[in-house]
């Protein structure tokens, strides 16, 4: 049993990226200044002149991280809602969330009031 011969690799060369390549740093940036040419930042005050639902008093939907992060920082939850809000808040809770609330025990009894 005679080995096979091995052929030599003739004009073997690395390969290269192509110069467009979208890994290359210099294609990321000319992309991400195209993306950004496309898509101009519109001002936030611009949605509330579109949608005039939203005004004052706003309702505020709770859930129950909110209200345990309320507790655990002695936060008054309503008066802070208005200072973050600087309008007449009425907060929303519904009944899963008291669910949640009873099934936690004694040491949330306050937050149910």
């Not at 005679?2 to 052929?7: N, P, Y």
């Not at 991400?32 to 949605?47: I, L, Y």
């Not at 899963?96 to 306050?110: A, P, S, T, W, Y």
Request: glycine share 2%; proline share 4%.
């Amino acid at each position: 049993m005679t080995r096979a011969k091995k052929t030599r690799k003739f004009a073997v060369t690395k390969k290269l990226l192509n110069p467009n390549d979208a890994r290359l740093k210099e294609n990321q940036l000319k992309q991400k200044k195209k993306e950004e040419a496309e898509n101009p930042q519109v001002a936030s005050s611009m949605f509330f002149q579109h949608n005039s639902a939203l005004v004052p008093p706003y309702r505020v939907l709770i859930d129950t991280n909110f209200i345990n992060f309320s507790l655990q920082n002695r936060m008054e939850l309503v008066q802070c809602m208005m200072d973050c809000l600087y309008a007449k808040c009425i907060p929303c809770v519904t009944d899963c969330v008291m669910g949640e609330l009873e099934k936690l025990g004694v040491k949330f009894r306050m937050a149910l009031r």
